[in-house]
């Protein structure tokens, strides 16, 4: 591993002497999720919103939360300790925490307890826009009942960037099997028409991203009216203005595929602004 630290079940260590035993069923089945945060100034950004993803991943896959990760304080107390050690002109840390079932075994797994990881690199927002995006055609999404959490379906990801980038374009927009909208790479994806806002709905198999509910959620504090559905991709491509969200900024696409979008929009400024006042 690289330089730095990391918390290998709670206990923080020089990153390059990081061991993981075997038998791994993570690296054997996938088996686990991970989360990805940010901490700054103190404070674990979103963090009900996020261990509440997790608790509904652990139930899902029938895993046991740590008790260090288990409430807000604590999973704010445990991650403190890698962000504290981080030097101090890093500023804003970016967290990402890989949980996996602990024990050995074949696809039947004999334990319900659960190893888990965190290693911090420097947040680095990114709210530039999206010059030139496109709609995947090797990778689709799939709703599972473990689509909504990011981990068990990280390679159709990996697949979506190889693809963006061998065609050169700084962003891909998925589609689910059945042609709908459903997500950007790393991202939820948004857009406005006549002042509504839309997303596609977790049933298309998108992540159900943190930085995507709160959006929502600040969106219908604002009086905007929103629209979570199945939406064919004239529904995104006769938008005004198209963008994604993630931990790392909100980005407003361009061109989809040569069609031209907003470059500014009001209503994605005051997303920004009511979303920064109400940060906790």
Request: glycine fraction near 8%; charged fraction near 15%; charge should be neutral.
């Amino acid at each position: 591993m690289s330089d730095g630290y990391a918390l290998l079940d709670g206990t923080l260590l020089p990153a390059r002497e990081v061991q993981l035993a075997l038998p791994n069923r993570g690296l054997q089945f996938n088996d686990g999720f991970f989360e990805t945060m940010i901490y700054e100034a103190g404070r674990l950004r979103w963090a009900a919103e996020h261990l509440a993803r997790m608790q509904q991943a652990a139930r899902v896959l029938h895993l046991s939360l740590p008790p260090s990760l288990s409430s807000v304080a604590q999973l704010t107390g445990t991650l403190q300790a890698l962000a504290d050690a981080q030097p101090p002109t890093t500023g804003a840390v970016r967290l990402r925490l890989q949980l996996w079932r602990a024990g050995g075994g074949l696809y039947t797994p004999a334990t319900s307890e659960t190893h888990w990881l965190a290693t911090a690199t420097p947040h680095v927002p990114n709210d530039a826009p999206v010059g030139r995006a496109g709609i995947a055609h090797s990778i689709r999404t799939h709703f599972s009942p473990v689509s909504f959490c990011k981990g068990p379906y990280a390679l159709h990801y990996v697949l979506a960037a190889q693809e963006r980038a061998a065609r050169g374009l700084d962003e891909l927009l998925l589609l689910d099997a059945h042609g709908h909208v459903a997500e950007a790479v790393a991202a939820a994806v948004f857009w406005i028409r006549q002042n509504e806002l839309f997303t596609p709905a977790l049933e298309t198999g998108c992540v159900a991203g943190v930085r995507r509910a709160r959006l929502l959620q600040v969106a219908e504090a604002a009086g905007i009216r929103c629209h979570m559905d199945l939406f064919p991709l004239t529904a995104l491509l006769a938008a005004e203005a198209v963008f994604t969200a993630n931990v790392a900024g909100i980005r407003l696409v361009q061109a989809i595929d040569g069609q031209e979008f907003a470059a500014q929009h009001p209503l994605v400024d005051l997303l920004r602004y009511r979303e920064a006042a109400t940060q906790p």
